[in-house]
């Protein structure tokens, strides 16, 4: 983050007046957008004159300030200035997006401190360190605690997420794991080995140990809620609403302690009582389903974790799963189902290495040279979009390698028992814990993992680089860029850019949306759409793309910035209406479908589809010629700017 978008969010705090005054905020493809608790607080003069700032307005019950591309860079360092969540949803919307949103602020730590266990590990096995030393007892129970008291932190982290005050979130996840309440139960591994006390009665087959007003209280599996992850995240979820109802019902008088002690003492009942049961027997459900169709089906497990996991990078959709692997391991101690993506990351360095050997073109070497140091390291972004997908093949053949790597990985049983790391970092994960070892009554096997792993690091990277080397063909004309005419030849350089969708053309001064009106954004045209559909208007990338799909931004090969932001105030629509093709970093070329839209849909919901088409960098230029007039007729492909 740089020091402009900092003190430009500084700027727009103040000009609003302050934290305490924004109840929500968000932004889409241009424009920040706040719902504030007092509009007059709001300095729209001030704002407009605030460097950085396009316009200011209020539109749609919410405050819009218009900043332009850089809109995500000054959110971000909005959040980071304040302690607001974006749009303040408390919502649970997709399950998996919120665990997601949940984890987020702690993924570094718990890689971290997997890592660390998996570096004692290391020493135990190479017998520089033992067991029983102190400096591995304290170090290893160190970093072991955080999966321990995970209810705790996921607890503070979900009452953020939901709106929840922070503190009952913090006590709710300390109850699930104060002492008492942990000892009441049986361990699993006292279960299995018949050592368990009997229980009180059984419930739905479920043992169960006390009583919570006379009701039976079922515990998880394993014995307690320590090191779980759901149910915390749905007992809060459920505090969010007790706490809204409490804050009507307490008298004032007694609404410091009173609300606290309703939402925590309802809460924690219902939670003990049935949120934690319902959620432990489905938890286990799918952890058992998952377990048959890995142990029964491991190489169609495998073939489909490992060989499509690019495949859900490049559409984001790998992030909302990476907390599966983190419920799983504070569960089980080990996790299966994520493991066959292990390979991927060295089947991409494998294609990427075999493009670099192959090209005579100078800037992919270098550019893959780079790619290949950060993919052994398990970020393989670099490679992935600026070598490998690109040019199609090589990404297919990674992940044909890949899969084969998956399935080595689920046929061999080889589990993560940490998250340590990526790439050369993550044959730790296959390190077998002594928690795992102890929870299953087995013997502690820490080689045998990494074996295995390795293996299927290896098939994945000979695979890969020898169908690389022997089935793909350089495309001349695609590595080697177009040689353009510099100012030194005298001559200037003239850019097309396309017509993005057909319609009829409207000047950007007569919209309704004056931010792009005023040319404010940059030079440009809108467009009254005749059909559903946006093309890409050049060979680029694309750079941003909002979750609400409205608008999209696409970075040309030619170095244009084109912006298309699909009709007035549509961001509202929250993505209705709207289906996107692409995602935010991938390639298009010039043809390359983007987005469907629901004409009559959005239509019927009041909304205007003119769309704006504009140049966001044109202070780069020294001449932008817009080809067509208002009231023209124009089609999808036809040329639309030329600029000099």
Same mark, same amino acid.
């Given at each position: 983050?740089?020091?402009?978008?900092?003190?430009?969010?500084?700027?727009?705090?103040?000009?609003?007046?302050?934290?305490?005054?924004?109840?929500?905020?968000?932004?889409?493809?241009?424009?920040?957008?706040?719902?504030?608790?007092?509009?007059?607080?709001?300095?729209?003069?001030?704002?407009?004159?605030?460097?950085?700032?396009?316009?200011?307005?209020?539109?749609?019950?919410?405050?819009?300030?218009?900043?332009?591309?850089?809109?995500?860079?000054?959110?971000?360092?909005?959040?980071?200035?304040?302690?607001?969540?974006?749009?303040?949803?408390?919502?649970?919307?997709?399950?998996?997006?919120?665990?997601?949103?949940?984890?987020?602020?702690?993924?570094?730590?718990?890689?971290?401190?997997?890592?660390?266990?998996?570096?004692?590990?290391?020493?135990?096995?190479?017998?520089?360190?033992?067991?029983?030393?102190?400096?591995?007892?304290?170090?290893?129970?160190?970093?072991?605690?955080?999966?321990?008291?995970?209810?705790?932190?996921?607890?503070?982290?979900?009452?953020?997420?939901?709106?929840?005050?922070?503190?009952?979130?913090?006590?709710?996840?300390?109850?699930?794991?104060?002492?008492?309440?942990?000892?009441?139960?049986?361990?699993?591994?006292?279960?299995?080995?018949? @050592?368990?006390?009997? %229980? !009180?009665?059984?419930? /739905?087959?479920?043992?169960?140990?006390?009583? *919570? #007003?006379?009701? &039976?209280? +079922?515990?998880?599996?394993?014995?307690?809620?320590?090191?779980?992850?759901?149910?915390?995240?749905?007992?809060?979820?459920?505090?969010?609403?007790?706490?809204?109802?409490?804050?009507?019902?307490?008298?004032?008088?007694?609404? @410091?302690?009173?609300? %606290? !002690?309703?939402?925590? /003492?309802?809460?924690?009942?219902?939670?003990? *009582? #049935?949120?934690? &049961?319902? +959620?432990?027997?489905?938890?286990?459900?799918?952890?058992?389903?998952?377990?048959?169709?890995?142990?029964?089906?491991?190489?169609?497990?495998?073939?489909?974790?490992?060989?499509?996991?690019?495949?859900?990078?490049?559409?984001?959709?790998?992030?909302?799963?990476?907390?599966?692997? /983190?419920?799983?391991?504070?569960?089980?101690?080990?996790?299966?189902?994520?493991?066959?993506?292990?390979?991927?990351?060295?089947?991409?360095?494998?294609?990427?290495?075999?493009?670099?050997?192959?090209?005579?073109?100078?800037?992919?070497?270098?550019?893959?040279?780079?790619?290949?140091?950060?993919?052994?390291?398990?970020?393989?972004?670099?490679?992935?979009?600026?070598?490998?997908?690109?040019?199609?093949?090589?990404?297919?053949?990674?992940?044909?390698?890949?899969?084969?790597?998956?399935?080595?990985?689920?046929?061999?049983?080889?589990?993560?028992?940490?998250?340590?790391?990526?790439?050369?970092?993550?044959?730790?994960?296959?390190?077998?814990?002594?928690?795992?070892?102890?929870?299953?009554?087995?013997?502690?096997?820490?080689?045998?993992?990494?074996?295995?792993?390795?293996?299927?690091?290896?098939?994945?990277?000979?695979?890969?680089?020898?169908?690389?080397?022997?089935?793909?063909?350089?495309?001349?004309?695609?590595?080697?860029?177009?040689?353009?005419?510099?100012?030194?030849?005298?001559?200037?350089?003239?850019?097309?850019?396309?017509?993005?969708?057909?319609?009829?053309?409207?000047?950007?001064?007569?919209?309704?949306?004056?931010?792009?009106?005023?040319?404010?954004?940059?030079?440009?045209?809108?467009?009254?759409?005749?059909?559903?559909?946006?093309?890409?208007?050049?060979?680029?990338?694309?750079?941003?793309?909002?979750?609400?799909?409205?608008?999209?931004?696409?970075?040309?090969?030619?170095?244009?910035?084109?912006?298309?932001?699909?009709?007035?105030?549509?961001?509202?629509?929250?993505?209705?209406?709207?289906?996107?093709?692409?995602?935010?970093?991938?390639?298009?070329?010039?043809?390359?479908?983007?987005?469907?839209?629901?004409?009559?849909?959005?239509?019927?919901?009041?909304?205007?589809?003119?769309?704006?088409?504009?140049?966001?960098?044109?202070?780069?230029?020294?001449?932008?010629?817009?080809?067509?007039?208002?009231?023209?007729?124009?089609?999808?492909?036809?040329?639309?700017?030329?600029?000099?």
């Amino acid at each position: 983050m740089t020091n402009s978008y900092r003190e430009l969010a500084k700027s727009i705090l103040e000009n609003v007046g302050g934290e305490k005054n924004i109840a929500s905020m968000t932004h889409c493809m241009t424009r920040l957008r706040l719902n504030l608790k007092d509009d007059k607080k709001a300095n729209i003069p001030a704002l407009k004159n605030t460097n950085g700032v396009v316009n200011a307005q209020f539109s749609g019950g919410h405050l819009q300030i218009v900043i332009g591309v850089t809109v995500n860079e000054v959110f971000e360092a909005l959040l980071a200035l304040t302690t607001i969540q974006q749009s303040g949803e408390k919502s649970a919307g997709s399950f998996v997006a919120t665990i997601t949103a949940v984890f987020a602020p702690i993924l570094g730590i718990l890689c971290a401190t997997g890592l660390l266990k998996g570096v004692l590990m290391i020493l135990v096995a190479a017998g520089i360190l033992s067991e029983t030393s102190g400096t591995y007892t304290i170090l290893y129970n160190a970093a072991e605690s955080l999966f321990y008291f995970l209810p705790i932190v996921i607890g503070f982290l979900s009452a953020k997420k939901f709106a929840v005050n922070e503190m009952t979130g913090l006590m709710l996840g300390l109850a699930l794991c104060a002492p008492a309440l942990t000892a009441i139960a049986p361990s699993a591994v006292a279960v299995a080995s018949g @050592s368990a006390d009997e %229980p !009180l009665g059984r419930i /739905f087959g479920l043992r169960y140990y006390t009583t *919570l #007003f006379g009701i &039976p209280v +079922v515990f998880p599996s394993e014995g307690n809620y320590t090191s779980t992850v759901v149910p915390i995240i749905i007992i809060v979820y459920f505090a969010s609403f007790v706490e809204k109802a409490a804050k009507k019902i307490v008298p004032r008088e007694i609404k @410091s302690f009173g609300v %606290p !002690l309703v939402t925590f /003492f309802v809460s924690l009942s219902a939670g003990l *009582l #049935f949120i934690g &049961p319902i +959620v432990a027997i489905l938890t286990d459900f799918i952890g058992t389903l998952a377990q048959i169709i890995f142990e029964h089906f491991p190489v169609l497990g495998g073939a489909l974790v490992g060989g499509l996991w690019q495949v859900l990078v490049i559409f984001g959709l790998h992030w909302s799963l990476i907390p599966l692997r /983190f419920i799983n391991l504070a569960s089980n101690h080990f996790d299966m189902v994520l493991t066959p993506y292990f390979p991927a990351s060295f089947a991409c360095l494998a294609a990427t290495l075999a493009v670099v050997i192959k090209t005579r073109d100078r800037q992919t070497k270098s550019i893959g040279i780079s790619a290949l140091l950060s993919a052994i390291t398990g970020i393989t972004e670099p490679a992935l979009y600026g070598i490998t997908l690109p040019r199609k093949k090589p990404f297919v053949f990674s992940c044909i390698g890949s899969a084969l790597g998956g399935i080595i990985i689920s046929a061999s049983k080889s589990y993560a028992y940490i998250s340590g790391g990526l790439g050369i970092f993550g044959f730790s994960d296959f390190m077998m814990t002594k928690e795992y070892a102890e929870q299953y009554g087995v013997a502690q096997n820490m080689t045998g993992g990494v074996c295995w792993a390795l293996c299927a690091a290896i098939c994945a990277m000979i695979s890969t680089f020898l169908l690389t080397l022997f089935f793909y063909k350089e495309d001349t004309a695609q590595s080697t860029p177009a040689i353009s005419p510099t100012a030194d030849s005298g001559e200037k350089e003239h850019i097309i850019i396309t017509s993005p969708l057909s319609g009829t053309v409207v000047n950007l001064a007569d919209i309704e949306d004056k931010a792009f009106a005023d040319s404010g954004l940059g030079s440009g045209i809108a467009i009254d759409p005749a059909d559903g559909t946006i093309f890409a208007p050049a060979d680029g990338v694309i750079a941003v793309l909002p979750e609400t799909y409205h608008a999209v931004c696409i970075v040309a090969d030619s170095g244009a910035m084109i912006l298309i932001h699909i009709g007035y105030n549509t961001a509202e629509l929250k993505g209705k209406g709207f289906t996107a093709h692409v995602s935010e970093g991938s390639p298009v070329k010039k043809g390359d479908k983007i987005i469907s839209i629901d004409l009559a849909a959005i239509k019927n919901e009041g909304y205007s589809l003119i769309t704006p088409v504009i140049i966001g960098n044109s202070s780069e230029y020294t001449f932008i010629n817009t080809l067509k007039n208002s009231g023209d007729t124009v089609q999808t492909g036809e040329r639309l700017f030329e600029l000099t």
